[in-house]
């Protein structure tokens, strides 16, 4: 059922990813799969390596257009890809805003833009977009990421309605914690506005850190993706992560009023 449907994902090369370009290319998918650098890519059979930089928007575009070339269209689109700057929103406004936005946000967007024509015409695809439960709970001294993360579920819900009638489903995947290099590779800035924001910012990094010991494994979410991909009617958007962030986290955002989950997150975070 799965041979040779074709996919294009970004951000293979390592994490959630990896995990998911892995557990396809066994599953008898073809994938094209991207990271910055060639050197990072996995050596699979039935993996396309392609090199892609988000925040390059022409050079996106042409390799997406040159691996869809080779392709013969993509059934599948993964947007995946994605990194983290932490700082106060008052230093991130000049200092990785926009990138972030680039990254998490147009990127995904652009490439949708691109994977749209094909799939409309052939009146069959996926897209799954990779946002994070922090749609739910916006992290603090993560404003860019969260900002950037609910504006690609909000796009993807928009989408879901405006493709009514078609055979294109859309699908936002929110992981909670996983124990990838998300965190490791995370861009703390330490401009001269962090210091009036100590020590929350401090304790925020900490717990951050501390959360991740919890973290389930990126393997957990290819499986729900390799899911949500056979799936005929795929729900709008679902969360993974461990059992407290994919269940309880989620019914109690659905339940509590904002000023309470504002007080969870002030808890969790360590904030006072
Ligand atoms: N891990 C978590 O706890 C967690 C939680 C919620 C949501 N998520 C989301 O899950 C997705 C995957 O993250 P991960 O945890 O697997 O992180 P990861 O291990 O750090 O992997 C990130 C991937 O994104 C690529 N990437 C980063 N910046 C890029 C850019 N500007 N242009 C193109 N590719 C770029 C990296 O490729 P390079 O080789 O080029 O660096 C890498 O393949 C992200 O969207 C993240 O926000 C993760």
């Not at 990254?103 to 977009?129: D, Q, S």
């Not at 609910?150 to 009514?164: I, N, Y």
């Amino acid at each position: 059922m799965n041979e040779g449907r074709k996919v294009f994902i970004t951000g293979a090369s390592s994490g959630i990813g990896l995990a998911v370009a892995t557990l396809l290319c066994a599953k008898g998918f073809d994938v094209w799969g991207t990271a910055r650098s060639v050197s990072r890519l996995p050596v699979l059979a039935r993996f396309h390596p392609v090199v892609l930089d988000l925040n390059e928007p022409e050079g996106m575009a042409a390799a997406f257009e040159t691996a869809a070339l080779e392709a013969g269209g993509f059934d599948i689109l993964i947007n995946n890809a994605g990194d983290v700057v932490n700082a106060p929103l008052e230093a991130l406004v000049r200092n990785g805003l926009r990138a972030q936005m680039e990254t998490l946000f147009f990127g995904p967007l652009e490439l949708i833009r691109l994977a749209l024509p094909g799939m409309r015409r052939r009146n069959t695809g996926v897209i799954v977009n990779v946002t994070s439960l922090a749609v739910q709970f916006p992290i603090p001294f993560n404003a860019g990421y969260s900002a950037a993360k609910a504006a690609l579920s909000s796009c993807s819900e928009c989408l879901r309605l405006e493709l009514t009638g078609t055979g294109i489903r859309v699908v936002d995947v929110q992981p909670g914690d996983v124990a990838t290099e998300i965190l490791r590779r995370t861009r703390e800035l330490n401009t001269a506005e962090c210091d009036s924001y100590e020590p929350n910012l401090s304790r925020s990094r900490a717990a951050e850190a501390g959360k991740m010991e919890a973290a389930c494994l990126p393997e957990k979410v290819a499986s729900l993706i390799l899911a949500l991909l056979s799936a005929g009617a795929p729900p709008p958007r679902v969360a993974v992560g461990n059992f407290f962030e994919a269940k309880v986290a989620t019914l109690t955002s659905r339940v509590l009023s904002r000023r309470m989950v504002e007080k969870l997150q002030r808890w969790i975070y360590k904030l006072s």
